[in-house]
């Protein structure tokens, strides 16, 4: 096993393998998990941004915040109830851990929302207005695929999926190449070849409107 620099801050308490390569039958794999169990509570992580697809008045207010219904430590990063519009995506992320192929996986709990609920992984993320999302809304039963292009949003796949808002569910995509497939609690739910970002980018969470949710054990595994 050889090993490898990440420029990733020591904050975000990565653990498994982070920083390690992999051998595998293809090649080498390389993965890192954010649990922030080291952050800061009321804080930012180190190297994370908050930023807003259609920004409507102040910024939503992320942190990271103990919780201990996590299934690993008691810190979790959430979004508080925010004054919200109904065309805000709300963004946090990081450009410090580059992902183009392999999985992005994170755990979300649903905890409030009238106009919206859920969220989930951004990923190949260029900027505030061009990156791939998947979010689940109980609000609506469904689960979806979409990419965000020059701001506009464009739904790839769609699920109908029934699960209880204000429990932990974990979202798995597998990105390889031009294919994308998404998991919801394990379960393939959405399928589609799309070619819209081939390249790396930033990985982070999502929310739209008012959604206020918490995510958990965000794993980047690049293949």
Sequence with gaps: M???RLVLPLFLAI????????ETGSGTSQKVRITF???QVGKLPAGWKVEATHPKGKLADWSVQKDASASSGDHVLLLKINDYDRGTFNLCWTDQVSFQDGIVEVKVKAREGRVDQGGGPIWRVKDKDNYYIARWNPLEDNFRLYYVKHARRVQLDTAKVKLPADQWHTITMQHQGNQITGYLDGKKLLEVNDT???EAGGVGLWTKADAASSFDDLEIRNQ
Excluded: H, K, R, W
């Design 15 to 22: 653990s498994v393998v982070a920083g390690v390569l992999e």
């Design 37 to 39: 169990e080291d952050g």
């Design 2 to 4: 050889n090993q490898i």
């Design 196 to 198: 819209t970002f081939p």
